[in-house]
């Protein structure tokens, strides 16, 4: 039977602006897909993102030139080859997975094969801002039982003390988004062994990582911008500890599960993370979560109104949508 693909643009005001190394957010503008078949819609989102040569205009015309291959019935493993890794091939991705649950009257967790998702304990952000202000926001959320502190390398320190001084007992995940250098690391290892740091998040341009290979960090070095798919593992499993698998990267849930289960294979640790977006993106990327070290799954949580029946947070756990939302029926 015949599937109409459609796509659209979204945006999700923010509730506040949302501040980090690049720059500033003040609203989500996301791409969603429909593929529709037999009168059964599957819908995924996907985020476009300036760092990886992606806008608005650029990931449509992507699924618009997929659309007639996706309506005349490729599958998500000929989408792989089809459509490089990014948010395009994301949004069309979890729309297909999404549209086999609801057709075949199964959860995505039942065809993957995989328990059905549940509250997990994901990471509460803290944007840039001055060292009080930064204090200020964890200690609204002090009793979360883990939080991520956004950087730059403008003082780094002060920040991450400010935050550790109000987040009590908090596991913290230091996020440069590529903003420091070689020195400023390793200036820096002192503090985050003091601030009881547990994992540092992609601290350096993702190309110009070579010399981590031969570095002794003091706090685990996650790679983010620096890996996308299971093909970039033999390069940074030489680099880093741990990689950041978010689906708006890797290109999909189909991409994301192999990008995790190769990590594992390779003896990395696994962080679950996302774009700024609605609960529609959130929704496949718990299926990674669950087999993750660290979550950070907050970017509906910034929305100053998310779609009705996505995730909630419950003092620092994430919960899971709705019955019916995406995935299930």
């Known amino acids: ?174 996020d440069p988004n590529e903003s420091w250098d070689q020195a400023l690391v390793e200036r820096m290892q002192d503090v985050l062994m003091e601030a009881r740091v547990d994992l540092l998040e992609q601290p350096i341009p993702a190309d110009k990582d070579d010399w981590i290979e031969g570095f002794a960090p003091a706090v685990p070095i996650c790679a983010d911008e620096a890996v996308h798919i299971a093909a970039d593992l033999p390069r940074v499993a030489r680099r880093y500890q741990f990689v950041n698998v978010k689906l708006d990267k890797s290109g999909g849930l189909t991409a994301a599960l192999q990008l995790a289960e190769a990590a594992r294979a390779c003896g990395l640790g696994l962080m679950t993370g996302c774009m700024i977006s609605s609960s529609r993106s959130i929704a496949p990327a718990l299926h990674v979560a669950r087999m993750s070290d660290f979550v950070d799954l907050d970017g509906p949580l910034w929305l100053k109104e998310d779609l009705p029946g996505g995730v909630t947070d419950d003092g620092g756990r994430i919960v899971p949508p709705a019955r019916g939302f995406w995935g299930t029926v």
């Open 1 to 174: 039977m015949r599937r109409t693909l459609s796509v659209r643009h979204d945006r999700f005001p923010l509730s506040r602006p949302f501040r980090i190394s690049r720059g500033v957010k003040t609203a989500a503008d996301v791409v969603t897909v429909s593929v529709e078949q037999g009168g059964v819609v599957g819908r995924g989102e996907g985020v476009p993102y300036p760092r990886y040569g992606e806008s608005l205009d650029s990931v449509i015309a992507q699924i618009e030139a997929a659309q007639t291959e996706v309506e005349e019935g490729a599958d998500r493993d000929t989408l792989l080859t089809a459509i490089p890794p990014g948010a395009a091939r994301n949004a069309i991705d979890c729309a297909l997975w999404d549209l086999e649950a609801r057709l075949s009257g199964r959860t995505v967790a039942a065809l993957i094969g995989a328990p059905e998702p549940t509250a997990l304990i994901s990471a509460l952000t803290i944007g840039i801002d001055t060292p009080d202000a930064m204090a200020a926001a964890a200690a609204a959320v002090a009793d979360a039982p883990l939080l991520k502190i956004k950087v730059d390398a403008d003082d780094p320190a002060a920040a991450i003390r400010a935050v550790r001084a109000a987040a009590g007992d908090a596991r913290l995940i230091v």
